[in-house]
């Protein structure tokens, strides 16, 4: 793995889980990471883990004018961007007759409008070191799954968003991949991880026979990041240890 020294990595969603794991990979390599959130203490709770390699900005991608805003934070504090991994994400679990329009709304603004908006946002920087962007999709994408209609189609738009910018990006230098996990032990996977059955139903359907650790996903992100990969693009990788293949 190439060391990313001067390298600047922004991550959304970087304060927790997954995306903490991939802070933290990202400063082992030597690079310079920048995390958001909408929470401010959980924030300064894990740039304080991190330690000066890192540096927190709070705000909401899902609104209007935040990706901008954050992207422009980001350049005037570091004055260059080489990696974005759009991690943030939200989901639901349930039959679509029970999902609100709140919560359709608030998925796919958080998972579709604001990848396209930070990538948006971030391409002339990305342009001028090359970089590449790693959006977290989900198996779920291409998987039949009943109860996640909302939050699996939104990350197959992501999985789908990845190839058409990876075609449209590509000549400008930057590349665009997308790793989906399987289920991995986070926040985000509490309801699942306490209904005994469906945990024991996922991992006896899990070839490797086990649940994702976030720290399993970071090291295939970092594969996407590094230039070693530089001819690789538009590829959407699942990281579930075979699950749904
Ligand atoms: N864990 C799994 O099994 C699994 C499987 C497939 C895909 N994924 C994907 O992996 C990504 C990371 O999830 P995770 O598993 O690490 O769960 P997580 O710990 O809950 O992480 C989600 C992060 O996104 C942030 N976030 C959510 N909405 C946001 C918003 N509107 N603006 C800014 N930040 C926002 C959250 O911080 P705040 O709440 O402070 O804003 C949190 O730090 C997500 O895209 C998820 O869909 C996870």
Not at 43 to 55: A, F, N, R, W
Not at 99 to 125: G, M, Q
């Amino acid at each position: 793995m190439e060391n990313l020294q001067k390298k600047v990595v922004l991550i959304t969603g970087g304060g927790t889980g997954i995306g903490k794991a991939t802070a933290s990979a990202f400063i082992k390599k030597g690079a310079t990471v920048v995390i958001t959130g909408r929470r401010q203490a959980v924030l300064e709770q894990t740039t304080q883990e991190l330690g000066t390699q890192s540096y927190a900005i709070a705000g909401d991608v899902s609104k209007n004018g935040e990706p901008s805003r954050i992207i422009e934070e980001v350049i005037s504090k570091f004055g260059r961007l080489d990696v974005l991994v759009n991690n943030a994400g939200t989901g639901s679990m349930g039959p679509l007759s029970e999902t609100t329009d709140e919560v359709i709304e608030s998925i796919y603004r958080t998972n579709v409008f604001a990848p396209l908006a930070l990538i948006r946002e971030a391409t002339t920087h990305l342009a001028k070191n090359k970089g590449a962007v790693i959006n977290i999709s989900s198996v779920t994408s291409s998987g039949l799954m009943p109860g996640v209609a909302a939050y699996a189609s939104s990350k197959a738009a992501v999985d789908h968003a990845t190839r058409l910018l990876a075609a449209e990006l590509g000549p400008m230098g930057i590349r665009v991949n997308a790793v989906a996990p399987g289920l991995t032990d986070t926040d985000i996977t509490a309801d699942v991880k306490s209904n005994e059955q469906m945990l024991g139903m996922i991992i006896s359907q899990t070839p490797m026979g086990r649940l994702g650790e976030p720290k399993d996903i970071a090291n295939a992100v970092l594969l996407f990041a590094d230039n070693r990969a530089g001819w690789i693009t538009g590829q959407c990788v699942q990281a579930g240890g075979g699950y749904l293949l």
